[in-house]
């Protein structure tokens, strides 16, 4: 799980293998994103769910949100080496009215051949 | 091509030195942030901008300061800068649907 006060999460799979990273958060939102950063980069926002939805698919990618555990998880479906980058889970904590996220530590996944 | 480009890529500053880092983005989004980014640490929110001179203070405020007199130009500004500010610094704007677009960040070492 991403918040609390735990460091950065490392995750270490084999192309081919499911994975699933977990976030857990502790101020009510009606939305999480997931964002994914590559080394050197700018972290790109890879998908949303919002409070209504409990699961949502993008490709590879399965987002689920628990809000009475407030709680969200990121699946990636049979993963390939292009999948290696950090993924974060962020909350939205004001409510809608001026968007601001609270952005969890992180999970570094890393797929090898 | 929606785009948030950043300069500099790359700056070595000495303690009590000023930084001036830009921002710029061209899809008019009204909306723009400030980030640092810190090894195996989340991005910190310093600073959001709702629109030009309608700035408003992050989480970590303290020894910065933003300059946001064009839509499309955000600038963080260290004055009189600390070791403890050597970090990666990210600005993103935030587009329709709730999507931030970030840039490809600053790495920031001050000596």
């Known amino acids: 799980s991403q918040w609390g006060e735990e460091n950065l999460q490392a995750l270490s799979i084999q192309e081919g293998e499911d994975v699933t990273m977990n976030c857990s958060y502790k101020?009510?939102?009606?939305?999480v994103h997931w964002y994914r950063q590559d080394s050197g980069r700018g972290p790109a926002l890879i998908i949303l769910?919002?409070?209504?939805?409990r699961e949502k698919r993008s490709g590879r990618l399965r987002a689920t949100l628990d809000t009475s555990s407030q709680s969200s998880s990121l699946s990636i479906t049979a993963a390939q080496c292009e999948d290696t980058a950090v993924y974060f889970c962020?909350?939205?904590?004001?409510?809608?009215?001026?968007?601001?996220?609270?952005f969890g530590k992180g999970t570094l996944l890393t797929v090898t051949p | 091509d929606m785009k948030v480009t950043q300069m500099p890529r790359y700056l070595i500053k000495r303690m009590g030195e000023n930084v001036l880092l830009e921002c710029g983005q061209d899809?008019?989004?009204?909306?723009m942030y400030w980030y640092r980014q810190d090894p195996g640490l989340g991005l910190q929110l310093i600073y959001i901008s709702y629109d030009v001179d309608s700035n408003s203070e992050g989480d970590i405020p303290k020894g910065y300061r933003v300059s946001r007199k064009k839509r499309e130009h955000f600038s963080l500004i260290l004055d009189s800068a600390k070791t403890n500010q050597t970090s990666v610094y990210f600005c993103a704007s935030l587009g329709g649907r709730a999507e931030q677009f970030f840039g490809p960040g600053t790495r920031l070492t001050v000596l």
């Open positions: 769910i919002r409070s209504n939805e």
């Open positions: 101020t009510y939102t009606t939305v």
């Open positions: 962020a909350t939205d904590i004001s409510g809608g009215s001026n968007y601001k996220l609270t």
């Open positions: 899809m008019s989004h009204e909306t």
